[in-house]
C-alpha cells in the first residue's frame, strides 16, 4: 500500500515472527529491526511509529493486539485502544493515509468478521472528527461472513423478471445495444426492440424555431449545482455530507472549487447514499454528470436494492458490493 503509514500488528517485543509483522520486517530490512528493539516493549492497546524504511510508506505504527479468549477478557476494549491509537499516531504525524490489516485476526485468533465490523465502527468514529483516508485491507472474504439470507435476497433481486413485475415500459431506457443483455431471461426480445426505439425518438422531434446556440444555452443544472442544492435542503454541513459518503477532503474540495468537476459513478452514488436520495432523485444527481443506474449491471442493480430497501448504511452496501466482486463506495 503506498500510503503515509501502514500499520503492523505485531507482539510486546516488536520482533516479526509471523503474518503481517514478518513480512513488514522482511522488506523494510535490518534498519526496522533495530528500530523496533530500539522502542521495545510494546504494551497492548499500544501503538508506536518508527519510519518505513525500505517500505512504499513514510512509516509504520506498530501496535500489539489481544489474544482471543471467547471475549471475555476485554479484548474489544483493548482492540479499540489498538485503532485508536493507531489513528492519533497517524493524525499528529501529519499523516493523510493510512492503512490498517484487520488486528489480531491471524495468530491471535480474533474472529475475523468481528474485527472487521468492529474496525469500521471505530474508524468511522474517528473520522468523524479527523481527516484521514484509512484503508481496510481484507485478505480475502474468509474474513467477513455476509449474511447469506441478505445475499439470497438481492441475487434474487439481480435475476428478477423485470418484464413480468413491471411491464415491458421499464426498459424505456435501454440502449440497442443492451437488449441482447435480457434476451435469455424475456420470452419476447421484439418486445424489448419495439420499446428501445421508442425511446430512442429524438428529443423535440420537428422543432425549428430555434439555433443549436439558442438550445445548447438552456442547459440543466451541473453536478456541482445540484449537489449543492441537495446539501442545502437536507440541513447538513458539507462536512457532515462528505463524511457520510466516505468521501475524503480532497475530493470535495476539488468539487467545491471546479464547476467543471466530472466525478466518479461510485462518487455520484456515494453521494445520493449520504443525502438519502430516493431512486428518481440518485437519477437525477447521476445524469449531470452523465451516468445512470441501468437495469442490465450488477453494481447498479445493488444500489437499486438498497435504494428502494431505504438502507443508506455505505458500509452495508459495500459489503454487498464487495460480496458480488463490485466497486466499493467512498473510502474504505
Known amino acids: 500500500m503506498r500510503v503515509d503509514a501502514i500499520v503492523n500488528t505485531t507482539n510486546e517485543e516488536m520482533v516479526g515472527y509471523s503474518g503481517v509483522d514478518l513480512a513488514i520486517h522482511s522488506i523494510a530490512g535490518a534498519e526496522l529491526d533495530a528500530e523496533c528493539a530500539r522502542l521495545a516493549p510494546l504494551g497492548l492497546g499500544q501503538a508506536k511509529l518508527t519510519p518505513g524504511f525500505g517500505l512504499p510508506c513514510k512509516y509504520v505504527i506498530h501496535t500489539s493486539g489481544p489474544v482471543w479468549h471467547g471475549g471475555l477478557l476485554g479484548e474489544s476494549i483493548i482492540l479499540r485502544s489498538c485503532y485508536v491509537e493507531s489513528l492519533k499516531l497517524a493524525v499528529e504525524n501529519g499523516c493523510t493515509s493510512a492503512a490498517f490489516p484487520l488486528i489480531s485476526s491471524g495468530t491471535y485468533g480474533y474472529p475475523k468478521e468481528q474485527v472487521l465490523k468492529f474496525a469500521i465502527q471505530v474508524i468511522t468514529e474517528f473520522l468523524y472528527e479527523h481527516e484521514l483516508t484509512v484503508y481496510l485491507c481484507v485478505f480475502d472474504k474468509e474474513s467477513y461472513s455476509f449474511s447469506k439470507e441478505l445475499y439470497n435476497d438481492i441475487q434474487s433481486f439481480i435475476n428478477d423478471r423485470y418484464v413480468d413485475l413491471h411491464g415491458v415500459d421499464f426498459y424505456g431506457d435501454l440502449d440497442i445495444s443492451d437488449a441482447h443483455i435480457l434476451s435469455d431471461c424475456i420470452p419476447d426480445r421484439s418486445r424489448i426492440q419495439r420499446t428501445v426505439c421508442r425511446s430512442s425518438a429524438p428529443p423535440n422531434k420537428g422543432r425549428t424555431d430555434e439555433s443549436l446556440y439558442e438550445y445548447l444555452k438552456q442547459m440543466d443544472r451541473s453536478f456541482r449545482e445540484?449537489?449543492?442544492?441537495?446539501?442545502?435542503?437536507?440541513?447538513?454541513?458539507?462536512?457532515?455530507?462528505?463524511?457520510?459518503?466516505?468521501?475524503?477532503?480532497?475530493?470535495?474540495?476539488?468539487?467545491?472549487?471546479?464547476?467543471?468537476?466530472?466525478?466518479?459513478?461510485?462518487?455520484?452514488?456515494?453521494?445520493?447514499?449520504?443525502?438519502?436520495?430516493?431512486?428518481?432523485?440518485?437519477?437525477?444527481?447521476?445524469?449531470?454528470?452523465?451516468?445512470?443506474?441501468?437495469?442490465?449491471?450488477?453494481?447498479?442493480?445493488?444500489?437499486?436494492?438498497?435504494?428502494?430497501?431505504?438502507?443508506?448504511?455505505?458500509?452495508?452496501i459495500n459489503e454487498a458490493l464487495f460480496e458480488f466482486d463490485q466497486t466499493l463506495l467512498g473510502g474504505f
Open 226 to 316: 445540484m449537489l449543492f442544492d441537495l446539501i442545502d435542503e437536507s440541513g447538513m454541513t458539507d462536512v457532515e455530507c462528505y463524511k457520510r459518503a466516505n468521501v475524503d477532503k480532497r475530493t470535495f474540495s476539488k468539487i467545491k472549487s471546479n464547476k467543471d468537476y466530472k466525478p466518479s459513478k461510485p462518487t455520484v452514488i456515494a453521494f445520493a447514499i449520504s443525502l438519502r436520495l430516493d431512486l428518481d432523485t440518485t437519477q437525477e444527481l447521476l445524469a449531470t454528470a452523465g451516468f445512470t443506474l441501468s437495469r442490465s449491471k450488477v453494481f447498479d442493480k445493488i444500489i437499486r436494492y438498497f435504494i428502494l430497501k431505504g438502507n443508506y448504511n455505505i458500509f452495508e
